[in-house]
């Protein structure tokens, strides 16, 4: 009675409590995270089904973050998502969960959270935003961007029609259309299992988007009736086919981190090395921006995700037997999906770039945990080059000097950004695709290799290494580069390197200095004081693992 009678002055009349699942929707929806602010129209039709199946459905809100506003970064609240939602679902009266999310963080956060209770639970991307449309052509949110932003700078674009691209970027709902990281994280949550076949591509304002959060509604109570659990899904078996899911769709770098995080989540034996031995033998088969032409509307009406999930099982690279959300094996639900358009959706016999081109691990005495290199949006020629470092302390440091005429800098040289990782900035931005200098622009240089322990935006591109480990905060390779030292990258053998011995590097560490402000406070001390490297996916080591669903203590 204590516990009904509270929920009644919702307006519920006593026939809800009858002993009928009790739904939760887990929502990311805000304002102030513009791919998540459809979301409550999503929760609508979720309730929907919810009641269709004879479940009883409530409506919760987790942290929402996007990308787009919050600073320094959506990634240093990833965490706090997941930890927010742990708590959410273990703490309230829920039978099952369903998980709406938008932006980047907020698909892995709440994957995580879900996963460390093991309550029956299913995800509904919010979708992505229409095709961008400026002057006639298709441009893309995120990738397009930095391309006005080159050219606002070198002054072959004025103010006034970027203020006008601006618009005609975002002219719908939605998260980036691009194969960006919310694009890519999407399509994850469906390769592992965990959304309906086929709604991850779903444009936000098509009303197909409505269907699939009703089915999701209506298949949660089913899961609740059969323990369908998160760890029945999120199997190894189904990260595998994720990854390389990953690579056919020329995804986001960032999808190594969240996977890593989601699998030390559930004890699923996973490393970083295994991403690029798992995405080897599979192309890009997805000719979408960043590494392509198309946009994820296009990718959608081409047979969206099953499309290349049947190519990949045709290829005899998908884990046919994992089981998913509706409970069927994945390989079952896409033997017979369609693609209708073959200039956006590639055969293995005829891909957008041949099998080896994907993200690329890199090793070295540079990178002694590891660094990521999208290959399939850099460019070919500085695949293999060596070069004389030009070294920042900080991401500021290096925008102060970029468009100083005088910088000391040329097309041929590196340009290293450190103090940008998990701890230095903290939170790990998305600062590593650093805009090459002015003077650079003008002469008509278009790329350069960049290093950087922070990660890049999905939606960008260049010849941008990412996420060296261990970060130049806590005295990583990275701190102890000076300008002038020569490095050497190798991308055909995952190599990363500086050309001065293991001595020298040992020689400056007495001389080497945190360059980044601690944190003394907060959610920001929190962090720094308990955040993993990149490599082991950025968590907090005592988030790691599952702390199951057992009915807390009674409050009264």
């Known amino acids: 009675m204590l516990y009904r009678s509270w929920v009644r002055n919702q307006g519920y009349g006593a026939e809800v409590f009858d002993g009928r699942p009790v739904i939760g929707i887990a929502t990311t929806w805000s304002e102030l995270a513009p791919c998540n602010a459809h979301l409550d129209k999503v929760a609508e039709a979720v309730k929907r089904g919810v009641y269709m199946a004879g479940g009883f459905p409530l409506i919760f809100p987790v942290v929402s973050t996007g990308e787009t506003l919050i600073r320094p970064t959506a990634m240093l609240y990833r965490n706090m998502i997941a930890m927010t939602a742990e708590e959410l679902i273990r703490g309230n009266p829920l039978d099952g969960v369903v ?12 994957l995580m959270g879900a996963a460390s209770v093991d309550l029956p639970s299913i995800m509904v991307t919010g979708g992505p935003m229409l095709n961008g449309k400026f002057r006639g052509q298709d441009v893309g949110s995120g990738t397009h961007v930095w391309r006005f932003e080159t050219e606002m700078k070198a002054g072959r674009m004025t103010p006034e029609e970027g203020a006008m691209a601006e618009g005609c970027m975002a002219r719908s709902a939605g998260h980036c259309m691009t194969m960006g990281t919310a694009s890519t994280m ?116 081409a047979g969206g995700l099953p499309a290349v999930l049947r190519e990949l099982s045709d290829a005899g690279l998908l884990n046919r037997s994992a089981v998913t959300v509706t409970g069927q094996p994945i390989g079952s639900l896409v033997a017979d999906a369609e693609c209708w358009n073959r200039e956006v959706i590639r055969t293995f016999a005829e891909p957008l770039q041949p099998a080896g081109t994907g993200t690329a691990i890199l090793h070295g005495n540079l990178a002694p945990q590891g660094a990521v290199l999208k290959q399939s949006a850099a460019s070919p020629e500085l695949l293999t080059h060596t070069g004389r470092a030009v070294v920042f302390d900080s991401p500021e440091e290096y925008h102060r000097l970029a468009d100083d005429p005088d910088i000391d800098i040329t097309a041929d040289d590196v340009i ?62 990275l701190g102890l580069l000076r300008t002038g030292d020569t490095i050497t990258l190798d991308v055909p053998n995952r190599r990363l390197s500086v050309d001065v011995s293991d001595e020298e590097l040992a020689s400056r560490k007495p001389s080497w200095e945190q360059t980044v402000d601690t944190a003394t406070g907060g959610w920001p001390w929190l962090y720094t004081q308990h955040v993993l490297q990149a490599d082991e996916g950025a968590d907090f080591d005592f988030l790691q693992g599952s702390r199951g669903r057992a009915v807390p203590r009674d409050s009264h």
Not at 232 to 238: L, P
């Open 99 to 110: 998980l709406l999310s938008g932006c980047d963080k907020t698909t892995p956060g709440l």
């Open 416 to 477: 290293v950004v450190r103090g940008a990782g998990p701890r230095g900035y903290p939170g790990m931005p998305e600062v590593a695709n650093v805009p090459l200098p002015k003077k650079l622009i003008e002469q008509g240089v278009t790329d350069m290799v960049r290093i950087s322990d922070g990660r890049m935006s999905g939606t960008g591109y260049g010849t941008v290494v990412l996420h060296v480990a261990p970060e130049a905060a806590v005295g990583g390779p």
């Open 186 to 301: 999407a399509c994850v949550a469906e390769a592992l299992g965990m959304q309906l076949p086929g709604s991850a591509s779903w444009p936000a304002v098509d009303m197909r988007r409505m269907e699939v959060a009703q089915a999701a509604g209506q298949r949660i109570v089913g899961m609740v009736e059969e323990d369908l659990k998160p760890s029945d899904v999120m199997t190894r078996e189904a990260f595998e086919n994720a990854i390389r899911a990953v690579a056919a769709i020329g995804g986001s770098t960032n999808a190594i981190i969240h996977l890593l995080a989601l699998a030390g989540r559930l004890g699923v034996p996973l490393t970083l090395d295994e991403f690029d031995g798992l995405a080897r033998p599979v192309p890009t088969l997805v000719d979408l921006m960043p590494s392509g032409r198309f946009l994820m509307e296009d990718f959608c009406y």
